[in-house]
C-alpha cells in the first residue's frame, strides 16, 4: 500500500497584448487658444494631450497590458494508518502586470499602472476515520497576498505649477474632462495610487460527520482572523466639465488626501453549525440546519480609527471622548436552513425539491479603512466651490475638511433565500430542472452624503467648537457607511442535461430574472442622487441581465480506426445573454456636492445601432434621441435609476482536441493537441454608452463590453500541446 504521495508543478504566462484607446481631444484652434492664454497650469499640461488624429477631433491610439505570471503548488499526502490521512498543500504565485489607462478611468497614452502581487496560500487536512459511521476532519488554511500599485505617471504636480496640497513624485492630479471616456481627456497619476496592502487570512475548523439510522449528522465549528496592512497616497483629482472650461481653467471638482494614509485592521469571528439530514421515508429526504456566526468589529493596531459623530458634530479618536475603541458594534446571527427533497412517484424519476435558508454576511474590512486617513492621521479635502482652479485648489478646498465614517450600530448584511423546483428524468439519459428561484437582501451597505445640501445649505457646516480634533473646521461632504440597503432577485431557471453517453454530454442552462436594489455597490463612495432619499434610488440592480441562455458540451467523435483518426473530441460553451442597465447623470455637483444626478428626459429612450453622431468612426449611436436627455441644472430629474437597458452579450467558444496513446498500456504517456477558438463569429459585443448629459458622446457606444484582448471582445485563436504521463 502507497503511504506517501506527492506532487510539484510550475506554470508560467507571459502575455503580450494592445488596448485600443480613443476620446474627444482638443481641436486645433482650442490648442492654440491655450498656448495664446495667461494660464501657465494648462500651457504645461497640453504637451500631454495628444493631437487628433481622426474625425471628430478625436484620439485613437493604443496602450500596452503585458502580464507576467509564475505560480507553482506542491501536494503532499501521508497515510499514518488505514483510518488516518494527512494532506499538506503549498502554492505560491508572483504577478506582474502593466494595466492599461482606461483600467483605472483615464484614457490617453501613457497614464495607466503597474501591478506586483505576491500570493501565498497553504493547508494542512487532517482526515480519522473512526468508525465506519464517524468520521472527523480538521482544517487549517493560511493566505496571504502582498500587492502594490503605482501609476505610470510620476511626475510631482508642484513643477507644473498645480497647487493640490501633494509635493511629492508620485504623478500628476487625475484629470478628468467632460467625464472622460470618450467625450473627454482623463490623463495624470491615479486617484488613490501608490496603494498597497499586505494581508492574510488564517483559519481552522473541525468537522464530525456522524451516520446514525436515518440520520446523517454533522457538527462542527471554526475560528477565523484577518489582518490587513494597507497604504494609500494620492496625487488627487480634478474634474472639469467641458474641454472648453478646462482651456479656461474653471474647475467643477477637486479632491485630495495631502497624507499617506495608513492601517493595520484586524478581525476575529466564530462560526459554529449543526446539520441533519434525515431520510424520513424512502421518498422523502429532510435537511435540517442551524449555523450561528460571531463576526468581530474590526479593530485597528495602532488606535488610528477616527469617526465623525453626528450628535456632537466632532471628529474623534475611538477609544477617547467617551467613545467606543470599535467603530461599530459586534455583530452575531442564527443562521436556520430547512429544506426537503421528495420522489414523486417512488421510481427516482421525478424529484421535488424547496429549501430556504438565512445567510449572514461578514463586512468587509474595506468600510473601515478610510476611518485612519481622518485628520489628524491624514487630511482629506474636497471642493465644488466657484472659482475652483488648477492654482488655487488646495488653498481654496485647504479651509475644510471631508471626512468618511460609519454609524455606530452598523449591523451585518444578510440574504434570506429560498427555492422550489422539480427534476424529471428524461429518455435518452437526459435530465430536466425548472425551478423557482428568490433572495432578499438586507441591512446591505450603502453609503450617504450626511452633508449634502438641504436648500443651499449644508446641514453640518462646520465642526463644532468642542470638536477634539480642528475645532471649527468647515466640513464638505461627508461619507457615511450605513447598513441600510435592500435587494431582491426573483428568476425562473431552466437545466437539461445530457449525461455522458455514446460520447457526448451537455448542460443547457436558460434563466429569466429581475433583481432590484438601491445600490449595486459596483463602485465604492456616494452613487445614490439624493442622500436623503435612498427610495428614489430603488431600481434594476446595475447587474441586472433579464434573459440569458447557456450551452456547454464536449462530445468525443467516432473514429476508431487508428491513432491517426480516433481520440478526436469537439468541445463548445455558448453563452447568450440580455444587456444590462444604464444609468445617465449630469455633471452637476452644487446641488447634492457629489456629481449623481439624473437628468430630465421629454420623451421616450429610443435604442439601436446606427452611426455615429459626431462623425467618429470608432463610435456607434446607441441612444437614438439623445436630445431628450436635458440637463435640468440644480434639480433632481425626472429619470428614474437603470430605466434603459444597454446591449446584449453573444460569444461562442470552440475547441478541437486531439488525444493520442504514444505506448504503454498500464502506464500510458498522452500527447494531447488542443486548439482553441475563443469568440468564434466574432462577434461585436458593445460596451455601455456614454451616459453623461451634455457631454458629445452621450448615448454613443465606443468600445466593447470587456477590455480589448479578453474574453468576448475578438476572436482569438490558441494552440497547445500537452504530454501527460
Known sequence: RIRLSFYISYEGLRQRQGVPLSTTVLSAAQRTQVMTSSDKQVQALLPLIPLANAPGNTFIGTATANVDIDQGTGNLSHNFTDNNRLNLYYALQHDLRGEPPTTQGNNLPGFGDHREARRQIGTINDTQVFSPTLVNELRMGYNRIHIVFKANDTENASAFGINSGVNTPIGLPQITIAGGGSAGPAFGGLGGFPQGRGDYSAALSDTLSWVHGKHTIKVGGEYRRIDVNSFAYTPGTFGFSSIPNFINDVASSFSVTAANGSTRVFVNSIGAFATDSYKVTPRLLLDLGIRWDWYGSPSEGAGRFVAFIPSTVSLVKLGTNGTSSEPYNQNFRWQPRVGFAYDLFGNGKTIIRSAYAILGDQPITGIVTALGSNPPFAFPISSTAAGLTLANAF????????????????????????????????????????????????????????????????????????????????????????????????????????????????????????????????????TVQDSNNLRGDRGLSDFDARQRFTLSGI????????????????????????GNPINFHTTNTTLTGNANIRPNVTGPVQIGFTPSTNGAATAIAYIQNPSDFVNQGSAFGNLGRNVVIGPGFFNTDVALVKNTTLFGEKKPLNLQLRIDAFDLWNTANFGQPGSTVGTSTLGLITGTRFTAGDFGTSRQGQVAIKLQF
Open 395 to 526: 488653498t481654496l478646498a485647504g479651509g475644510s475638511v471631508s471626512p468618511q465614517s460609519i454609524v455606530g450600530n452598523y449591523k451585518d448584511a444578510y440574504i434570506q433565500s429560498w427555492n422550489f423546483n422539480i427534476q424529471e428524468k428524461l429518455p435518452g439519459d437526459l435530465g430536466f430542472m425548472v425551478g423557482y428561484f428568490a433572495s432578499k437582501g438586507t441591512d446591505l451597505n450603502i453609503e450617504r452624503n450626511y452633508n449634502q445640501f438641504v436648500n443651499g445649505v449644508r446641514p453640518y457646516p462646520t465642526l463644532s467648537l468642542n470638536s477634539p480634533i480642528l475645532p471649527g473646521k468647515p466640513l464638505t461632504n461627508i461619507t457615511m457607511n450605513e447598513s441600510d440597503g435592500n435587494s431582491s432577485y426573483n428568476a425562473l431557471w431552466s437545466t437539461l442535461t445530457k449525461h455522458f453517453q455514446s460520447g457526448l454530454q451537455f448542460e443547457a442552462n436558460y434563466t429569466f430574472s429581475k433583481s432590484i436594489d438601491d445600490v449595486s455597490k459596483n463602485h465604492a463612495g456616494v
Open 555 to 578: 462530445y468525443q467523435l467516432p473514429f476508431k480506426k487508428n491513432r491517426l483518426v480516433s481520440g478526436w473530441e469537439f468541445s463548445t460553451i455558448v453563452q447568450l445573454q440580455s
